[in-house]
């Protein structure tokens, strides 16, 4: 257990209306990402964080921002979410050796 | 253009027989791969993992394989029990650091039957 939470597990929200998913740690880790997983895609790195208002962007980061104020937070928004960003959603943390890669539970969001 | 591939949608193996999960890649830059499994409504578990300056790497029941001529990596699980019945993801990474992005395949969906 990577002590990662996401919030909400899950969300419907309507075309239009802005969406902020956020991440939260406990465990102090400087590496936080965002990613979706689709059917046919399997993960996309949306956008990473490298420490406290270090922010870059992943493969699919068009239509996403991302913040991180303190360390145990790394925000995602959809300023105006588009159905096409119906998905479900996970974050990342990076602990221990090389890439190794700890992952949250996830939040599906579903864009009507 | 998928850097990472996984061309096997599904696989079904008998309990306590072995399962082996396929991995391609094209990007010759890449130096660390891992495997995840992900279990429904749940996030991906790390499983295992090998730096390019190995050819395997081995934890319980669980053995990976790189081949870097032919840029195939493989997945073994001997023997399968069906709580290993989820989807297997690999994934890859190049120059090592925690920055750097991992490109996943697209997942391998694994039924153990009893």
């Known amino acids: 257990d990577a002590g990662i939470t996401q919030s909400p597990r899950h969300k419907v929200t309507e075309t239009g209306t802005p969406v902020t998913l956020r991440c939260h740690q406990t465990?102090?880790?400087?590496?936080m990402y965002w990613y979706r997983q689709d059917p046919g895609h399997g993960l996309r790195l949306i956008h990473y964080?490298?420490?406290?208002?270090?922010?870059d962007k992943g493969e699919v980061s068009d239509g996403y921002s991302v913040s991180r104020s303190k360390t145990e937070d790394f925000l995602l928004t959809l300023e105006s979410a588009t159905s096409s960003q119906t998905s479900v959603y996970f974050c990342?943390?990076?602990?221990?050796?090389?890439?190794?890669?700890?992952f949250g539970p996830g939040t599906r969001l579903t864009v009507l | 253009d998928q850097q990472v591939k996984q061309n096997s949608p599904s696989l079904s193996v008998q309990e306590g027989r072995i399962s082996i999960l396929n991995c391609d890649y094209t990007?010759?830059?890449?130096?660390?791969f891992l495997w995840y499994k992900k279990y429904p409504a749940e996030g991906p578990t790390f499983l295992i993992s090998?730096?390019?300056?190995?050819d395997k790497n081995e934890d319980g029941r669980f053995t990976v394989f790189l081949n870097k001529s032919a840029k195939h990596l493989s997945l073994h699980i001997v023997p399968s029990q069906p709580g290993d019945s989820a989807v297997y993801f690999c994934a890859a990474s190049a120059y090592g650091g925690a920055t750097n992005k991992l490109i996943f395949g697209t997942g391998t969906l694994l039924a153990v039957q009893p």
């Open positions: 964080s490298y420490g406290v208002k270090d922010t």
């Open positions: 090998i730096s390019s300056i190995k």
């Open positions: 465990e102090n880790h400087r590496y």
């Open positions: 990342a943390i990076t602990a221990g050796a090389g890439d190794t890669q700890y």
């Open positions: 990007n010759s830059m890449f130096d660390y």
